[in-house]
């Protein structure tokens, strides 16, 4: 079985470069490539792209890159059902990947060998003030309201037909575990969503890089991007406000997760978010089942439209 060790990438088609990548920049991330066909953007973190945006007549998710182990996985996963051969990457950093195709049409990449781009610098950590331990002193906190910067791809929610199929499908193919399961309020025998991370045995990893959810429209549900922190989610906040952007959802924080959450609409309809403060977890780590309704997933910060569950 092949295994994954992270998410790397979500790709989307859209009809305007340009408008995504002004977009984009003011979410946080920086153009690693940008031609006539396709735009892609990196985050601090040394991954050399995180967002592909490709250009199209119509404005759709494509699918998403998991990293893989070695070339052997390559091999492996190129003879499984519905997988293409093993290709070049025609991207920043390169490499070699195999694409595939999820039962809903995404398109799931594995990716061996991309030469890692140099970091990008971050501010220093900000020292905070609890009523615990005051590690902050004779200094002050000053925040400038501008774009954060995305540090790394977190994690993409899927919307799909038949979430065991699909489940199953990323667990044969990259040998990913459940980190939580979403049940039917008041049925916890009913799961229709689980949170799923990559396998690193005794090494923490964050609680999820993907959850896969039941629903009668297949598609993207958003893609999520780490800042350093509170302060950065909050200023990034204001100066997106500033900027005229749609606001779709936050500041809050998840119960799953735990993730403090804040989520916008690109130019195209696309929901993307920005987190910090999430839950890593390790092989000791036991699902749980959350059988509650769509509004007690928050746990405090703006409660979430009726539609964002759609």
Same mark, same amino acid.
């Given at each position: ?161 038949? =979430?065991?199929? /699909? ?8 040998? $990913?575990?459940?980190? %939580? #399961? @979403?049940?039917?309020? *008041? ?33 993207? =549900?958003?893609? /999520? ?8 989610? $909050?200023?990034?906040? %204001? #100066? @997106?406000?500033?900027? *005229? ?66």
């Amino acid at each position: 079985m092949a295994r994954a060790t992270d998410a790397i990438y979500v790709r989307y088609q859209v009809q305007d470069l340009d408008k995504q990548e002004a977009f984009m920049s003011d979410f946080g991330l920086a153009t690693a490539r940008h031609d006539k066909s396709a735009l892609y953007m990196r985050g601090t973190g040394p991954a050399p792209f995180i967002y592909v945006a490709e250009q199209g007549t119509t404005n759709k998710f494509l699918g998403a890159g998991m990293n893989v182990s070695s070339e052997e996985d390559l091999s492996a996963l190129a003879k499984m059902p519905h997988s293409g051969p093993i290709e070049d990457v025609d991207g920043p950093g390169g490499g070699r990947r195999v694409r595939m195709r999820m039962p809903d049409g995404f398109e799931i990449d594995a990716v061996h060998g991309a030469k890692l781009a140099a970091a990008l610098a971050l501010p220093e950590p900000r020292l905070f003030n609890s009523g615990h331990e005051k590690a902050r002193s004779n200094a002050s906190i000053r925040v400038e309201r501008k774009a954060a910067p995305a540090i790394k791809l977190g994690h993409v929610v899927l919307h799909v037909r038949d =979430h065991a199929a /699909s489940v199953a499908w990323m667990k044969e193919r990259f040998g $990913m575990l459940p980190s %939580d #399961y @979403l049940a039917i309020p *008041g049925q916890a025998d009913q799961i229709i969503g689980t949170f799923m991370r990559v396998n690193k045995g005794a090494e923490l990893t964050e609680h999820h890089c993907l959850f896969i959810l039941q629903a009668d429209t297949p598609g993207v =549900h958003h893609c /999520s991007f780490e800042l350093p922190d509170l302060d950065a989610v $909050m200023s990034a906040h %204001d #100066y @997106l406000s500033g900027k *005229g952007y749609k606001l779709d959802c936050g500041v809050g924080r998840h119960l799953l997760g735990s993730q403090i959450f804040d989520y916008w609409r690109d130019p195209f309809g696309f929901r993307v978010e920005h987190y910090t403060d999430g839950d890593v977890v390790d092989v000791n780590h036991k699902p749980t089942v959350f059988a509650g309704t769509a509004e007690e997933t928050t746990q405090w910060g703006a409660a979430p439209p009726p539609e964002f569950f759609r």
